[in-house]
């Protein structure tokens, strides 16, 4: 049955939601041990009241951190954020704005005196400024369409910022146009970059077209901004990512790197000589590895600083002495911070083991660093340590309610797959596991295929909201008595290039068997019962998931979300053409066969299992027609499929109301197909 949810359709959601709801209750008889007195799994319920720590920055003496809170209000059907403050000290969190809506991105003064902040509180998001000491928020000027990307100038007298950048000039008409003709494409505005005076408030432009600006920097000395810069803010433009430097005294814009692929993320050197980058190298391809480059901050030739780094990287900044370039990596199930020296190329990791670390913030001395910190039984928390020593120190008690609850043990699994390579994974427990005793396991696919499971609470990080919006209640299941394996087949990050290159023109071949291969030592280990398999995932996960049960009747249930199911007709309706030739070498019309055998609909005649289908109506990265084609082939072969349609909503599903009925729809779905 193929049905739309429309805002019409609330109380049918709802409705829909509470069966959902009973049937989970029900299912919780498949817990395999009892629990101990006072405590209980988590419910759905718990997981949309959980809090989410994200955005942390610490103060420019390093004594104060401010962080941002976001949670869910189902019954506005919005995600609020507010910014707090914690001592780095210690001591209770202080909540500084409660604005309704959305209050983030705190970014301090230079002299701490200050917090500028984002806020739609008013409708449009808008810059405002709060003293950390208390007193009442207020907005210095309005922004047309809204502002982002706040950074104040090195003297604090100023805050550079984006905004939407002057709409590309229409095409030229010699007739009146219906209004409601859609043109196919359209040239959209790019970000451009703007200044806010902050003692008399006022705003003015400081680039505008060509560029679409996606990342800036002050120089020292306050008088030039460093900028990348694509053609358009289409994501196939991304690929086509420069630097230029504007003077603003003169307005002067000049190229500072212009070559094919990306150079993005400039940061200057603290005296101001020299401007560090991150770039592919001039290549192109979707899945190749980036490198930290250095360049004269006057022109020159740029210089690979870390030409034999394997792996993606990101979060650049330079030491305060000036010594050290400081970056993030993925490195297997967590993050790694590494220095690297500008002169020789050494490179230095500065995190030891423990939680998975992320959003790095540092003092202006550069002697303190704050940073959130998550596992499995941690969704988010601020913690705080000297840089000299590596000894974090945890400030926050985000979601104290879990002490309460019972959660699903997170254990690291390795296991060799067909061709012996190692595969590394994460296998969450079901609450109350019983060594020796197999029950009911759901194998989860991540989305990519380059993307990874981490080991923290919500182990799959492609989430906008890495606690609320997966749209597989982790926790909630292993609760019910599942365990939940989340395998890293080839051609996931984290392992080095050659592993994240590994399924290319191979979609579906190793990756598969790697994913099978983990299930079958699952089950020999007497994790899962081989009569109780589910299958799940979105984006590339959704692919999988539709691949898996187009090859194989072992598993009961399926569930997909937003996947691919033919990629010849894919290549035609998504917005990342480019990144499908990556992967196939080539355009379908010439690689037709490669195209087709890939495809899961291909196989559309072998699919028996029992498939759920949920997909965003807007969703420009895997377009609707892509479940459609699925669920008609699979209905007209009389396979039980249900399909779902989210109205508005995207590649993600961000309305509370959405993802509280898609974690509700999966647990119902296993539920009933998985006795």
Known sequence: ????????????????????????????????????????????????????????????????????????????????????????????????????????????????????????????????????????????????GGASSLAWSPDGTKIAFLAAGPKPAAEAKSWKAPEDIMAYDPDLPGAAIFLLDVASRSVKSVTGAPYAVVDFAWSPDGSQIAFAHQPSPRIRDMYKTDIAVVDLQTGAVRDLVKRDGIDTYPRWSPDGRRIAFFSTGGMTGWIGSWYVYIVPAEGGTPRNLTPTFDEFIFAPRWSADGRAILFQSSKGLGNQLYALSPESGEIKPLLGDGLVWSDFSFSTAGDVMAMIGSDAVTPSDVFVTRTDAFKPVRLTSINPQLKDIALGRQEIVHWKSFDGREI????????????????????????????????????????????????????????????????????????????????????????????????????????????????????????????????????????????????????????????????????????????????????????????????????????????????????????????????????????????????????????????
């Not at 996947?563 to 499908?580: E, H, P, R």
């Open 424 to 675: 590394e994974g994460v296998l969450l427990l079901p609450v109350g596991f019983v060594e020796g005793k197999p029950g009911p396991m759901l194998t989860y696919v991540h989305g990519g295929p380059s993307g990874r499971f981490i080991r923290s609470f919500s182990a799959q990080i492609a989430s906008p909201s890495p606690v609320q919006a997966d749209s597989y209640p982790l926790q909630v299941m292993a609760g019910l008595g599942y365990a939940i394996f989340m395998p890293n087949p080839r051609g996931s990050y984290g392992y080095g290039e050659k592993f994240r290159k590994a399924n290319i023109k191979d979609w579906g071949n190793g990756d598969y068997r790697d994913i099978m291969s983990g299930i079958d030592a699952m089950i020999a280990k007497k994790i899962a019962d081989p009569a109780k398999l589910g299958v799940m995932g979105r984006s590339y996960g959704g692919y999988m998931t539709g691949w898996i049960i187009s090859q194989t009747t072992r598993f009961k249930a399926a569930s997909l979300g937003a996947g691919m199911s033919n990629l010849v007709s894919f290549y035609g309706q998504t917005d990342i053409a480019g990144f499908l030739e990556t992967y196939f070498g080539d355009v379908p019309w010439k690689a037709l066969a490669l195209y087709n055998r890939m495809s899961p609909v291909t196989y559309a005649a072998n699919i028996r299992t029992p498939t759920l289908i949920l997909h965003g109506e807007k969703d420009a990265r895997v377009p609707l027609p892509q479940a459609e084609e699925l669920c008609g082939a699979m209905r007209r072969n009389g396979v039980p499929v249900e399909m779902y349609i989210y109205p508005r909503q995207g590649h993600a599903v961000l309305e509370p109301k959405f993802m509280d009925d898609m974690a509700r729809r999966n647990v119902e779905w296993f539920g009933r197909w998985i006795k």
């Open 1 to 144: 049955m193929v049905q739309k949810i429309s805002s019409a359709m609330t109380r049918q959601i709802r409705s829909n939601a509470l069966r959902a709801a009973s049937a989970a209750a029900l299912a919780g008889l498949l817990l395999a041990a009892p629990l101990a007195s006072g405590v209980r799994p988590l419910g759905i319920d718990d997981l949309m009241k959980i809090r989410n720590v994200a955005e942390v920055r610490i103060s420019p003496d390093g004594s104060r951190v401010a962080f941002v809170i976001s949670e869910i209000n189902l019954e506005r059907n919005v995600n609020d954020s507010d910014i707090w403050l914690v001592k780095a000290a210690g001591g209770a969190p202080f909540r500084l704005t409660r604005g309704p809506g959305r209050d983030d991105s705190p970014r301090w003064s230079p002299d701490g005196k200050m917090i500028a902040f984002v806020s739609d509180r008013d409708g449009s998001s808008q810059i405002w400024l709060i003293d950390p000491d208390g007193g009442e928020a207020f907005s210095p000027a309005a922004v047309k």
